[in-house]
């Protein structure tokens, strides 16, 4: 019991490089989780900004709804979009979710 105690008081109290080493592994996962899933995030978004910045009559689109459509005018704040022969929609550049591509009608 005695070589116990000796022990227990020979032995440093943690200091800084212990609590670094304690908060190591937590920001090695930040930091995976921001490289794989936070970056490939705000590429996606910055191309889909382009995409809808970029978007003219007679381009094929989907919406985050789910309407596929033409558009047909295009406006500061939205589109006109015709889904059917004659239906024509207007929409917030906002709703954009992409292009719609001939593959796409294949499937």
Do not use: C, W
């Not at 995976?32 to 590429?43: E, G, K, S, T």
């Not at 709804?65 to 889904?83: H, P």
């Amino acid at each position: 019991m005695v070589s116990y105690l000796a022990f227990l008081q020979q032995q440093q109290p943690p200091g800084l490089g212990g609590f670094i080493i304690s908060l190591l592994p937590f920001f090695i996962i930040l930091g995976i989780f921001y490289v794989l899933i936070i970056l490939p995030q705000r590429r996606r978004y910055r191309e889909l900004q382009q995409l809808v910045a970029n978007l003219k009559v007679g381009d094929r689109i989907v919406t985050t709804g789910g309407i596929i459509g033409t558009i047909t005018a295009v406006r500061n704040k939205s589109l006109l979009v015709r889904t059917a022969d004659k239906s024509i929609l207007e929409i917030s550049r906002s709703a954009v979710a992409g292009l719609h591509t001939e593959e796409e009608e294949k499937a």
